[in-house]
């Protein structure tokens, strides 16, 4: 691997109802331990984990726990963004997040895709 710091993206469009949303964020924190430079874009109902409390009850066992995995993720610096539309549907504003997760357009990952950036959806 490159002195280079690689980036990835995690496309989550699944919520707090799918095991998805649990495998997402355990591969997302994998890419970290291996030094890359992780972010996470929610959209659909992938937006859902990101409110405040709603991810307390998901556990996909032998998973960690979801909340745990996303405060772990913002802990180690990772940047998760939250679809602005797909926020917006389901009346979320940004204190109804989790501290730390960002609403925002695509055009943040465009951007990371156009320096290079691999991708993976869930």
């Not at 929610?42 to 409390?53: C, E, H, K, P, Q």
């Not at 926020?87 to 290079?116: C, F, P, T, W």
Request: hydrophobic share 50%; glycine share 10%; with cysteine.
């Amino acid at each position: 691997m490159s002195q280079d710091v690689r980036n990835l993206v995690v496309m989550v469009t699944h919520g707090i109802d799918h095991e998805l949303s649990s495998v997402a964020l355990t591969i997302a924190l994998g890419g970290m331990t291996a030094g890359l430079k992780v972010s996470i874009f929610l959209t659909r109902s992938g937006v859902d984990i990101a409110r405040r409390r709603a991810a307390d009850a998901t556990h996909v066992k032998p998973l960690e726990p979801l909340a745990d995995m996303m405060r772990d993720f913002l802990a180690r610096g990772g940047a998760i963004w939250a679809c602005t539309p797909c926020v917006k549907s389901r009346g979320y504003a940004q204190e109804d997040l989790v501290d730390g997760v960002v609403v925002a357009g695509a055009s943040a990952v465009h951007e990371l895709i156009m320096g290079g950036a691999a991708t993976l959806s869930f």
